[in-house]
């Protein structure tokens, strides 16, 4: 069956980075398309990044833009989430989630996914 499993999150300090890694199984990631979200406590789940199923397609939220990065390692099955400049307000439980939807549309809409991993918490902190 699907599975999302996210690691690498962590304790880090302000202007900081990390790599978050989403290792997918049950399904090749360059059939689907993959999302980062993040969810802040008292806050909705907010998408930051995308990648189309194709490669070719990559979206990022405003709040990220210049500071992450998703990239994806067909081979291992990975999608990657570089996090740079890393600030108090990125603390968060991040999540990796994928759509059987082929289209972009909508793509940091939480509700359009699918399968979700666990999360990994970020918390960025002196």
């Known amino acids: 069956q699907v599975q999302l499993v996210e690691s690498g999150g962590g304790l880090v300090q302000p202007g900081g980075s990390l790599t978050l890694s989403c290792a997918a199984s049950?399904?090749?990631?360059?059939?689907?398309?993959i999302g980062w979200f993040r969810q802040a406590p008292g806050k909705e789940r907010e998408g930051l990044s995308y990648?189309?199923?194709?490669?070719?397609?990559?979206y990022d939220a405003v709040s990220v833009k210049g500071r992450f990065t998703i990239s994806r390692d067909n081979a291992k099955n990975t999608v990657y989430l570089q996090m740079n400049s890393l600030n108090p307000e990125d603390t968060g439980f991040y999540y990796c989630?994928?759509?059987?939807?082929?289209?972009?549309?909508?793509?940091?809409?939480?509700?359009?996914?699918?399968?979700w991993g666990q999360g990994t918490q970020v918390t960025v902190s002196s």
């Open positions: 989630a994928t759509r059987r939807s082929l289209y972009d549309s909508r793509w940091s809409i939480a509700a359009t996914y699918d399968y």
């Open positions: 990648i189309s199923s194709s490669g070719r397609r990559i």
């Open positions: 049950g399904f090749k990631i360059d059939s689907y398309a």
